[in-house]
């Protein structure tokens, strides 16, 4: 029998043994690491998904503004959806208690906060500091649009946006300037010719679209993925602002170039008027706000704003107009408890109504109800004395924010169809005798009421 070599039989045993230990290291990689591991991963102290790009720029930012005592809030759409959806779990979370990512973490290539820029003590250190934080910023400025009835300093620039991106996520900070009628306005983002392009997905940005107008939020602090943020206190308030926030600006350029040609009446008996109008126009958007009715500048109050950036002097009253889809039963009774009678009230609900109040030193507030047809708007009339009706027909429209006597009020944004519908192409020249029955080229007969119907709808006061 043939002698075994000892060497050979170690070098075997040695083999067998590794290869056992390297089967049983797999056998607890691939097996019982998976198998426990759904319970491994919920255990307390995992942190999932947070090493993503979004709440790495996220945290970063948060530590950022907070060192330097800046009170960004979050306005993000997304994000703010999630968080009202989860709002009472959102505002019971303490800071270090979550162990999972579910907002910040979300996919999406921007993450949006917002700023007062009144409170921003220190903005250009902010920016160094961001940078060498690793972010690469981009500020946005343009022309402060409240100075441009100030012809000494019309085109003094204002921050509007910050992009600041770090990695691929990008942190949008929307600059948000106080406006006369104590309500907050961001503008348009618009890029300038030396700006890159592709720094980010521009047309992803959730605000800059347009400039924009919003109610001044109350904040509050709360404790999201982690991170200490402030966020509107109404979240779900704010998110049905953005999309019908657009704003646009009184044309103050083509004003001053009005009344350059028409000269102002600064007369005793204009400058009264225009206040009286002034206030009738805030009570009227008062009692409209509380009775949640939407309401924009119509006819001559339009004109007065598009035109000249003012209240005509002498139309005499003031003119709003309201989709009869958000008529509201009590809004009689409302301006009656403001303080404004009814003068009268033409037409009924299903057709044709218009209602007028009566304000001080003789201004009246009219309020014409708009009806939409599938493509076509239009508001009626009605001659008391004759109970013939007339139709004024408009092109279809939407509506936006604008400033107007120091207030935050909606007009068509459509201004300028809208205007031509009303007035004609001649609409720049003033015209101080005006026949509501013939003048306007929008208007149409439109019948004549039954004499069964006229105490219905013939009602003076």
């Known amino acids: 029998m043939c002698r075994i070599n000892k060497n050979v039989i170690l070098a075997l045993l040695t083999l067998t043994s590794s290869a056992f230990l390297l089967f049983q290291l797999y056998y607890y990689k691939h097996y019982l690491s998976a198998k426990n591991g759904a319970g491994l991963s919920k255990s307390k102290g995992s942190r999932i998904g947070f090493d993503g790009t979004q709440w790495r720029a996220v945290?970063?930012?948060?530590m950022l503004t907070s060192s330097q005592n800046?009170?960004?809030?979050?306005?993000?759409?997304?994000?703010?959806?999630?968080?009202?959806?989860?709002?009472?779990?959102?505002?019971?979370?303490?800071?270090?208690?979550?162990s999972e990512c579910r907002f910040f973490c979300v996919p999406r290539d921007f993450t949006a906060f917002a700023l007062q820029y009144h409170l921003w003590k220190n903005e250009e250190g902010w920016f160094r500091i961001a940078e060498n934080m690793g972010?690469?910023?981009?500020?946005?400025?343009?022309?402060?649009?409240r100075l441009d009835g100030i012809d000494s300093l019309s085109g003094t620039e204002i921050p509007l946006h910050y992009i600041c991106r770090l990695a691929s996520h990008a942190i949008h900070l929307v600059v948000f300037h106080e406006r006369s009628g104590n309500y907050l306005w961001h503008g348009h983002l618009r890029l300038k010719g030396h700006i890159d392009r592709k720094f980010v997905p521009?047309?992803?940005?959730?605000?800059?679209?347009y400039a924009g107008a919003f109610d001044r939020p109350?904040?509050?602090?709360v404790t999201i993925d982690g991170l200490e943020v402030l966020i509107p206190k109404e979240p779900v308030h704010f998110l049905e602002e953005i999309p019908h926030s657009r704003f646009i600006e009184c044309r103050y350029k083509e004003a001053r170039a009005f009344f350059q040609q028409y000269l102002d009446d600064n007369t005793v008996e204009a400058m009264t008027f225009r206040k009286s109008a002034k206030e009738l126009l805030q009570l009227a958007a008062k009692t409209l706000k509380k009775l949640g009715v939407r309401f924009w500048l119509s006819s001559g109050t339009c004109l007065g704003w598009y035109r000249q950036c003012n209240i005509i002097p002498y139309?005499?009253?003031?003119?709003?107009?309201?989709?009869?889809?958000?008529?509201?039963?009590?809004?009689?009774?409302?301006?009656?408890?403001?303080?404004?009678?009814?003068?009268?009230k033409f037409g009924k609900v299903e057709d044709s109504l218009e209602l007028s109040f009566q304000g001080k030193d003789d201004v009246k507030l009219d309020i014409f109800f708009f009806y939409e047809e599938t493509d076509y708007m239009w508001n009626?009339?009605?001659?008391?004395?004759?109970?013939?009706?007339?139709?004024?027909?408009?092109?279809?429209?939407?509506?936006?924010?604008?400033?107007?006597v120091d207030m935050k009020v909606h007009v068509p944004c459509e201004t300028i169809e809208y205007i031509e519908a009303n007035y004609g192409k001649t609409w720049k020249i003033p015209v101080k005798t005006w026949d509501w029955k013939r003048s306007p080229p929008n208007v149409q007969p439109n019948g004549i009421w039954p004499i069964s119907e006229w105490d219905e709808v013939i009602q003076l006061y």
């Open 59 to 62: 945290k970063k930012f948060v």
């Open 70 to 98: 800046i009170p960004v809030f979050l306005i993000d759409p997304l994000i703010l959806e999630l968080i009202n959806k989860n709002l009472e779990q959102v505002k019971n979370a303490s800071h270090g208690s979550t």
């Open 135 to 145: 972010f690469q910023c981009l500020k946005i400025e343009s022309k402060d649009p």
């Open 202 to 209: 521009f047309r992803k940005l959730s605000f800059g679209r």
């Open 218 to 221: 109350e904040l509050q602090q």
């Open 315 to 344: 139309s005499k009253d003031v003119d709003l107009g309201i989709f009869i889809q958000d008529y509201k039963s009590d809004i009689i009774s409302a301006f009656q408890d403001a303080g404004l009678p009814l003068k009268h």
């Open 380 to 404: 009626g009339g009605t001659q008391a004395k004759t109970g013939k009706k007339f139709k004024y027909l408009f092109p279809k429209f939407t509506l936006c924010w604008t400033e107007f």
